[in-house]
């Protein structure tokens, strides 16, 4: 299984940008990735999704709330993720978690430990 640990979060001002970073212990070739996503979790709400990215191809999918202000990418010789969000909106407060999905997984089973991104308005 493989290990993920994101990092970029911290406090910003409503209208501004920050860079999400997701790291993985290993080969996410190796370890037959499907695809790789990041999702959020507000106080007093359920996780939710934001974005994914398939490994190989790049098929980007988003959300509604955040199509046309986010953007994931990724590093696939670094096998990094990265979640760059522009035009950041109080309502955009949540702890960020990077996940991966193998193929013939029907949900993401890898998760970070999660990095706190706070909009101030």
């Known amino acids: 299984q493989v290990q993920l640990v994101e990092s970029g979060g911290g406090l910003v001002q409503a209208g501004g940008s920050m860079r999400l970073s997701c790291a993985a212990s290993?080969?996410?070739?190796?370890?037959?990735?499907?695809?790789m996503g990041w999702f959020r979790q507000a106080p007093g709400k359920e996780r939710e999704f934001v974005a994914t990215?398939?490994?190989?191809?790049?098929?980007?999918d988003y959300s509604d709330s955040t199509k046309g202000r986010f953007s994931i990418s990724r590093d696939n010789a670094k096998n990094m993720v990265y979640l760059q969000m522009n035009s950041l909106k109080p309502g955009d407060t949540a702890v960020y978690y990077c996940?991966?999905?193998?193929?013939?997984?029907?949900?993401?089973?890898?998760w970070g430990p999660g990095t706190q991104v706070t909009v101030s308005s």
């Open positions: 990215i398939t490994w190989i191809g790049g098929v980007t």
């Open positions: 996940a991966q999905r193998s193929r013939g997984a029907a949900e993401f089973r890898s």
């Open positions: 290993g080969s996410l070739r190796t370890l037959n990735t499907y695809a």
